[in-house]
């Protein structure tokens, strides 16, 4: 079975350029998120889709980070524009209901 | 405020002997938690979970705990291994989906 896919895996930008970030779930797992791991914290959830319907994304800063997941498959994450907080590395994870998350291996986004 | 706490950043334990990894919450809300495991330049790999139904899950050299008086859960490995090096997260959920983890604990196994 096919893992959680993400590309880039590492980008480099100056503050106040745009950025996006693209994540293709495991087959079949309705559930898609978005999280923001800053170095020596945790995952944080930034945003969770429900097929292509939005579940929850009260931690998400609408002003400059956006999402979106078309046909209820692909996501993207876009961030417009960066500052130099937003360096984390960017986890995508998928589920089937109820049951546990599957991961990634991230976008490292480094912000100059 | 942190929902959910690892206070040990980092562990050291000797190969065959016992790793105990601990973690606490505070939202009361929480019904399922969850131990990861990272290496670096991975993304987080789900190990075990439980229920807030029950006070222990077992899977092989894996053992997590629960006390929902205290608020507490440890995660159990034994024996310990050198392929056991690395961040182990806590993670809680509670309504939605969406997980809440806590900062990690860097085990190191020595031989």
């Known amino acids: 079975e096919a893992g959680v896919a993400q590309s880039p895996r590492y980008k480099i930008i100056e503050k106040r350029q745009s950025v996006a970030f693209w994540c293709n779930p495991i087959?079949?797992?309705?559930?898609l998120y978005w999280y923001q791991q800053i170095l020596g914290q945790g995952p944080k959830l930034l945003i969770q889709?429900?097929?292509?319907?939005?579940?929850?994304d009260s931690q998400l800063p609408k002003d400059r980070f956006s999402a979106e997941r078309l046909k209820g498959v692909d996501s993207t994450l876009k961030i417009q524009p960066a500052k130099l907080e937003d360096s984390a590395v960017y986890l995508c994870a998928s589920s089937l209901v109820l049951y546990e998350q599957f991961f990634g291996p991230g976008t490292r986004l480094t912000v100059l | 405020d942190q929902q959910v706490k690892q206070n040990s950043p980092s562990l050291s334990v000797q190969e065959g002997r016992i790793s105990i990894l601990n973690c606490d919450y505070t939202?009361?809300?929480?019904?399922?938690f969850l131990w990861y495991k990272k290496y670096p330049a991975e993304g987080p790999t789900f190990l075990i979970s439980i229920s807030s139904i029950k006070d222990k899950n077992e899977d092989g050299r894996f053992t997590v705990f629960l006390n929902k008086s205290a608020k507490h859960l440890s995660l159990h490995i034994v024996p310990s291994q050198p392929g056991d090096s690395a961040v182990y997260f806590c993670a809680a959920r509670g309504g939605a989906d969406g997980l809440t983890f806590g900062k990690g604990t860097h085990l190191i196994i020595q031989p």
């Open positions: 889709f429900q097929n292509n319907g939005v579940v929850d």
């Open positions: 087959s079949g797992h309705a559930t």
């Open positions: 939202n009361s809300m929480f019904d399922y």
